[in-house]
């Protein structure tokens, strides 16, 4: 016994000692992905999805694992070859609902008795359970002429064994994202538990639930008595140049199989108004509303609508943050959401009556947003610039922060990575403006280090204190590199004026924060090699690369992934045609100057710098036409280029092999850039 023990405390010193390496990418697709969380009714159990990846088979598969609130008893609940997604718990707790092959499917806690609830050849998602536990609201997308799934079955079947693949266009948004839209639409569904029966609430509309842009799984909710649900859709005939998603409710009461049911609007703006939730005293609606018609990066103001009286007030019209993710404490008095603040996704708790603001945790970037049946909890899965996501829990009061799922602890105990840290630098006009600073493994002060300048997409979006599977700080910097990333005008988190500031102007005052603060890192930081500077952005990112190329020569590199080069034929090949026209303010047709203003192709003359282009075949946001000119141009210049072309991916690359070629290729191009 004795010899055995000194031969685990001998192995347990060897493992503990072994010297730590920088992140690879085989850690990086390595790492365990929680997706989907949900709690038990009773707050004791949390349901929630791991996505894992093999690049060998190039592909990923999502399970459903079940954990106790204090972390322990981690223990699978669905994890077979094919992937499980959406549990949600009934609210007696006795049910996990939860989506296999398309299809609603219920079992115990334990994984028994499976029960399949749907059986719809266009599939079912998106599950929420009544109170009750008798109903279930779920989406599918049919014919909006088929009243019967028959139907349904019948056309996909035509058009699948038709000869002709050919299409007729009488409409814009004839494409969306990374798919061709078809004549399908989104129909929010009703189902009866014990009879399996399913009715389709929007019959025959040609809108989607939720909207086919800005909308989610937070859009369609059931009052606590489940006599009422509330949804989230766009009315407007032309869909591409509108925002203007609207709160409508039903009385589920008048529901018939055989037409639609009757519903009433609600919501009052000509922006985007989103995420209608019930208090739980039924008295109340929440939802998130913006005000301006088809911009969709306007604050997101807390609404709050009164269902006896049919008045709606501004919860917060004082504060000056964007809200998301909306939760009631069990007593109606309080709100709890989340907020982009700085280079956090923080966590919030409102007095309804009082408007009165709590910040309840700061730092991290937050989401998924769970409440206790007692009020005294907070659920939440939190990432962190070294932390891919886990389950956290903290009081609401602000307290008792802790970790629950610890999932990557063992592959990120070998992995050698620094935390975050900010620095800020005086923009145009003297604006402050913010940017991360990550430091290279095994970081010496005493040397100097190469520098990835990076340049986030939206442009309403930010750089975080996140663990991004695709453009990760960390990933950039374990080749040795230290890595800036600022978040100019435009980015989110600094307040809507902030915001508003890019719109406009893409290439002028963001321009100036990003070089100013390129400029204050060069000179304040002694590690920093100036003479090695590269430069990399994706979508805006992508778009102020191809900027930048005209009009500097500060860097030795450039990567431009999914960037807007021309802005005129850009908005004549994206789908969501209100983001250009705000942002360049009108069309093209009417307002040529400014999109000739900012256009990144009437300056690719002065480029002397290499360029690495990145695109993708089914990018229908920024269509591959755009890489094509820049190519072309860089070429027929005799710039330095090389493009990186994926013809099976979209805005994103998100299969594992054709990730580790864009890491490879990427890191590659600025290694061979080094002087």
Not at 109 to 135: F, N
Not at 468 to 494: C, D, E
Request: hydrophobic content about 35%; glycine content about 6%; proline content about 4%.
């Amino acid at each position: 016994m004795r010899t055995f023990s000194l031969i685990f405390v001998i192995l347990s010193t060897m493992l503990m000692s072994q010297p730590k390496h920088a992140l690879t990418f085989d850690d990086l697709w390595g790492m365990k992905r929680i997706g989907n969380v949900q709690i038990s009714s009773d707050g004791n159990t949390i349901a929630f999805t791991v996505t894992t990846y093999s690049v060998e088979e190039n592909k990923g598969n999502t399970d459903i694992y079940l954990i106790d609130r204090d972390g322990k008893n981690l223990r699978p609940f669905k994890n077979s070859l094919k992937s499980e997604t959406n549990p949600i718990f009934s609210p007696d707790g006795k049910r996990i609902a939860y989506v296999f092959e398309s299809q609603i499917w219920a079992a115990n806690p334990d994984g028994s008795d499976e029960q399949k609830l749907t059986d719809l050849s266009t599939g079912a998602s998106g599950i929420v359970w009544s109170d009750d536990g008798k109903k279930m609201l779920f989406v599918s997308s049919v014919y909006p002429d088929c009243t019967t799934d028959e139907c349904n079955k019948a056309k996909d079947k035509a058009k699948e064994e038709s000869k002709v693949k050919a299409s007729i266009f009488t409409e814009l948004m004839y494409r969306h994202w990374d798919e061709w839209r078809g004549e399908k639409r989104s129909h929010l569904f009703l189902l009866d538990v014990s009879s399996k029966e399913v009715v389709d609430l929007t019959l025959n509309s040609t809108s989607d639930v939720p909207p086919i842009a800005l909308g989610s799984s937070h859009d369609y909710s059931f009052s606590p008595d489940g006599s009422e649900a509330a949804f989230t859709m766009n009315l407007d005939k032309v869909v591409a140049t509108s925002t203007n998603n609207d709160i409508f409710i039903m009385q589920l009461k008048d529901v018939d199989k055989s037409k639609p049911t009757p519903f009433k609007k609600i919501s009052k703006s000509k922006g985007n108004d989103c995420q209608p939730v019930y208090s739980p005293d039924g008295k109340f609606i929440a939802y998130t509303s913006m005000e301006r018609a088809g911009f969709e990066a306007d604050k997101a103001r807390l609404m709050l609508y009164d269902r006896s009286t049919g008045t709606t007030k501004i919860l917060t019209n004082d504060i000056a943050l964007s809200v998301n993710e909306i939760v009631w404490s069990t007593d109606s008095k309080a709100i709890c959401f989340l907020a982009e603040n700085e280079i956090y996704t923080s966590l919030y708790k409102l007095d309804v009556a009082t408007s009165k603001l709590t910040l309840l945790q700061k730092e991290g970037d937050n989401t998924n947003l769970l409440l206790s049946n007692d009020s005294k909890k907070l659920f939440f899965k939190q990432q962190r610039t070294n932390l891919p996501y886990e389950i956290f829990s903290i009081s609401t009061e602000g307290k008792e922060l802790q970790q629950i799922t610890f999932l990557n602890q063992d592959r990120l105990a070998s992995i050698e990575m620094n935390p975050l840290e900010t620095f800020w630098s005086k923009g145009a006009n003297g604006t402050k403006v913010q940017s991360i600073l990550v430091k290279p493994p095994f970081f010496d002060a005493k040397k100097k280090y190469p520098m990835i300048f990076l340049v986030h997409g939206g442009p309403q979006g930010h750089w975080s204190d996140d663990f991004h599977y695709r453009w990760n700080l960390q990933m950039f910097a374990s080749k040795g590199y230290v890595v800036i990333a600022t978040n100019p005008r435009g980015s989110t988190g600094y307040g809507q004026k902030f915001v508003d500031e890019i719109s406009g102007d893409w290439g002028g005052k963001p321009y100036v924060d990003l070089m100013n603060a390129y400029d204050y890192a060069i000179k304040n930081f002694s590690f920093i090699d100036a003479k090695n500077t590269f430069a990399a952005g994706a979508s805006y990112g992508g778009y102020m690369i191809n900027w930048i190329a005209g009009h500097t020569d500060r860097f030795k590199a450039l990567v431009s992934h999914d960037g807007m080069y021309n802005t005129e034929s850009a908005w004549g090949t994206t789908e969501e045609l209100w983001f250009n026209e705000w942002e360049f303010k009108g069309t093209p047709i009417h307002n040529r100057k400014l999109y000739e203003k900012f256009s990144p192709s009437r300056f690719i003359q002065n480029c002397k710098t290499p360029m690495l282009v990145i695109h993708s075949a089914n990018d229908f946001r920024l269509a591959e036409e755009q890489a094509f000119q820049l190519f072309t141009a860089l070429q027929r210049l005799g710039v330095e280029s090389k493009f990186l072309y994926f013809p099976d991916e979209s805005h994103w690359v998100t299969k594992p092999q054709n990730a580790k070629l864009w890491w490879n290729t990427v890191l590659d191009w600025f290694n061979s850039h080094k002087k």
